[in-house]
Nanobody
Framework: VQLQAYGGGLVQAGGSLRLSCAASRSIFTMGWYRQAPGKQRELVATVNSAGNTNYADSVKGRFTISRDNAMNTVTLQMESLKPEDTAVYYC????????WGQGTQVTVSS
């Protein structure tokens, strides 16, 4: 399975960004992880093909994950961004094993 991520960039604190990811085939769980400099990669949000979502506490109420099963895509809408959201964001997928897309940089300036 190949995962292609789109989006990211530079935004001021309080702003919004959208990340999208397309999978080369249907995959049960899709989502996003992120890794800030000097920190471990951490879960941001996932959604499975049934629509069940899981969010990190730090992004609940600010980020919304959604998917289009017909298109094998997942989107992360990020609102009220904070400088601590700055990280490389990785598209993630799981079907029997983990799959990772290339990272995309999100930078939130204060």
């Amino acid at each position: 399975v190949q995962l292609q991520a789109y989006g990211g960039g530079l935004v001021q604190a309080g702003g919004s960004l959208r990340l999208s990811c397309a999978a080369s085939r249907s995959i049960f769980t899709m989502g996003w992880y992120r890794q800030a400099p000097g920190k471990q990669r951490e879960l941001v949000a996932t959604v499975n093909s049934a629509g069940n979502t899981n969010y990190a506490d730090s992004v609940k109420g600010r980020f919304t994950i959604s998917r289009d099963n017909a298109m094998n895509t997942v989107t992360l809408q990020m609102e009220s961004l904070k400088p601590e959201d700055t990280a490389v964001y990785y598209c993630y997928g799981r079907f029997l094993r983990d799959f990772w897309g290339q990272g995309t940089q999100v930078t939130v300036s204060s």
